[in-house]
C-alpha cells in the first residue's frame, strides 16, 4: 500500500512593497534573490536571478529531470521593470509603423510579450525553460522536455502559464510552452498584485497609454491558466 503525505512548505507570508510587484527593483542587490548557477543557466554567463525558493524548487526539477535523460535549463529568469521596458521598447519601436494604432500596435506586442510593470517575471517566481521558440517544442528533444514537464512539474510546484486559450477560454497571452510559475509564491504575490496595482500604475514606457483602454490587468495579468490557481496535488501529496 502506497502511503501519502502532505508535504506542503511553509513560506513566512511576505506582504510585497508595490515596488517589487511592479518590478522596479534591483535583483543583484535584493537579497531576497538568488543568482542562477550556470550549471542550471541555458545562457551561460548572464546573470539571472529568482527568488531563493524559486530557484531551490526548479534545482530539485532540473536534477529529476536529469535522472531520466531529460535537461531543463533557465533561459529567463526574473526581469524588472527596466529590462522589460527595454524589451518592449524594442518591438514598439520596430512595429509602430505598421499598425494605424497604439492600441493595435500594443495588441500585437501582447501576443508574447507583457508590457513593464505587468509581467510575472517581475515576481521571481516564474522562468522561460529551454527554449522561447514555439516550434521547438513540437518534435524531437523539445517535444520530450514539455512531455516530461507536463508530466512532472507538477510535484515540484510549476504550472504551464499560458496553456491553449482555446481549452479553458483564457484571455490575454499566446500559449508558452516554455513559461512556467512555482505557485507555492506567485499565487500569494498574484492576489496582493490585483489587490494593490491600478491600472493607473501601468505607466512609464512607450505606449503605456494603451494599458487602461486594454484592461491589461484583467485581460493579461489575470489571463492564466485555471490550474494556476490553486497548488497542484500533487505536489501537496507525494509517495511517502
Not at 501576443?111 to 513593464?116: A, L, Q
Not at 514606457?205 to 491589461?216: E, M
Request: a negative charge; one cysteine or more; aromatic letters at 12%.
Amino acid at each position: 500500500m502506497t502511503q501519502m503525505t502532505c508535504v506542503a512548505q511553509q513560506y513566512v507570508i511576505t506582504i510585497y512593497e508595490k515596488n517589487f510587484l511592479l518590478g522596479k527593483i534591483n535583483y543583484e542587490s535584493d537579497n531576497r534573490f538568488v543568482k542562477i548557477s550556470d550549471v542550471y543557466s541555458g545562457k551561460v554567463g548572464t546573470a539571472m536571478y529568482l527568488l531563493e525558493p524559486t530557484y531551490e524548487a526548479f534545482v530539485n526539477m532540473s536534477n529529476a529531470a536529469k535522472k531520466e535523460g531529460v535537461s531543463l535549463k533557465i533561459v529567463s529568469a526574473g526581469r524588472n521593470f527596466q529590462m522589460q521596458k527595454g524589451i518592449w521598447e524594442r518591438k514598439w519601436n520596430a512595429r509602430r509603423a505598421n499598425f494605424k494604432s497604439d492600441e493595435e500596435t500594443a495588441l500585437d506586442i501582447l501576443k508574447f510579450s507583457s508590457m513593464p510593470g505587468t509581467s510575472r517575471h517581475h515576481w521571481g517566481t516564474d522562468l522561460d525553460i529551454n527554449s522561447v521558440d514555439p516550434v521547438y517544442f513540437q518534435s524531437g528533444k523539445g517535444k520530450k522536455e514539455l512531455e516530461w514537464l507536463e508530466l512532472n512539474a507538477g510535484k515540484f510546484g510549476f504550472c504551464k502559464t499560458y496553456n491553449d486559450k482555446a481549452l479553458q477560454g483564457r484571455t490575454g497571452y499566446s500559449e508558452e510552452d516554455w513559461h512556467w510559475s512555482f505557485l507555492p509564491l506567485s499565487i500569494g504575490i498574484m492576489k496582493q498584485y490585483t489587490d494593490a496595482i491600478e491600472l493607473t500604475d501601468i505607466t512609464g514606457f512607450l505606449g503605456s497609454n494603451t494599458a487602461t483602454k486594454l484592461n491589461v490587468i484583467e485581460v493579461y495579468v489575470e489571463g492564466i491558466a485555471t490550474e494556476c490557481t490553486t497548488l497542484p496535488l500533487d505536489y501537496l501529496f507525494q509517495d511517502k
